[in-house]
């Protein structure tokens, strides 16, 4: 340990806890204005993680802005223009389609994230104002009405003492500004989902000859089943990524069989799968990447001297598919009034931050929302709910205007949940008619 009369002392107009896409997006906005802004992250570095996610018409249209899109669509991505969802016999239930929706771009973008957040970082390297540190965690911070003073530690064991004017806590689910600065008190709700998910990734052999059809097609596949979800997509023309929801019932008995059963069945639905995962070392059941999955909502995302963006203020479930997009929206929408804030006074304060909380904390709680139903919906093994979803999928595929909603609130731009009666209609709807192959 450091002795206070040793401790470094550096001085920053923000300091960041978290170098994630929030906190990238948030330094992307801000560098150009000349702020002097700090990155801490824990994390050794940018290091490629095989894992697949997408990016939405919102976070399309947020890199377009900071003049990234083009840089990104260089790097390995699979361009999306549809997804298809499927029950557990590989029968098409319905195919969302962008183009249908009202965002800013007919596509999503799967990647990996590791790819996006270093077109983010190297953007900021040619920003002499902006620092990105790893290795070097936020252990904590003190308020009074001249700033806020951080205290980190490096990995090396050397603390360092930062003033700023504003900490920004983009440390994930398990946020420590969050728990150090009270905002976790109140009638939120902070707890893991019932359920969560195991990652897999997947490396194409070079000669396409060796690959059966249905991994060289790129097409993205969700399958949804009693209590089962796999979810299939590519994230470059080689890369194929895979989720697999697992259920809290089953999680001690999941591999309690081995994996062959398992990889037997996925195969079914995409036939070469087993094989391939199978000389992926997916035989193993150590080598699936457990993903949990958590719900942060917050009562307050901000106070004097602190605020929070992206999954520390809002986690939420995947099935939404918008965590990376929303702290991506968070930082555009924060930067302007911090940038404000910022030539006003020593210390940022909640009511300068008002607005971000008022405009941002709805949206995620209609997220939040979505995300519970759906999770009622698609993680349920109830025969009769089962069989409500595939009737109703089967019928928005069929009403073009609930389509266009879909599309629209996965998009990330404008939030447009069904309401009872579209519901009702996607029953009827798709009574009425079978699966399509
Ligand atoms: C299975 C699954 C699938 C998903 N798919 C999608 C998808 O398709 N699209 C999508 O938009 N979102 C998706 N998400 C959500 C998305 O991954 C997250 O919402 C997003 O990464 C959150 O970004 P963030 O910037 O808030 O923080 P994070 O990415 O959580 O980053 C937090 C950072 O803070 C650092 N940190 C923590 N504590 C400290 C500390 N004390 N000091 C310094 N550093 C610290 C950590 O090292 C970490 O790097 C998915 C999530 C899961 C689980």
Redesign the pocket.
Known sequence: MTSEAEKKTEAFDVVV???????LTLANYLAPLGFRILL????PGLSPVHR?????PL?LDILEELSLLEELRTTPHTLYRSFDFRDWQGRLLMRSRYERGRGPYPFALAIE?HQMDQVMAKNLSSHPNVVLRFG????TFAVDGQGVTVT?RRDSGEESRILARLLVG???????VRELSGLSLGNGRIAPYRDS?L?GSLLLPEDEKEIPPALLDPTGRYFLGPRSIFFFFSVSARRRFF?LLLPDSDRDAFFSRGTAPLLARLDTLVPGFAALAQSEGYGDPSRYLP???WKVDLDRWCIDGVAL????AH??N?HV???????MEDARVLAPLLAKALLRGPLVRREDLQDYESRRRPIARALHRLADEMTFVWNSGNPAVVAAREISFRGIGRLADLETKIVTTIGGSVIAPLTPLDKLRAFAAGLFSPPHD
């Open positions: 806890s978290g170098a994630g896409i929030g906190a801490l992250d824990k994390r697949g996610e997408l990016v939405q976070g994230p070097a965690e936020m252990t980190a983009d440390d994930g689910r398990h946020s420590r998910y990652g989720l993903l949990p999955v963006i992206g999954d520390a986690a939420m995947p598919a918008q965590g990376r997009n929303q702290a």
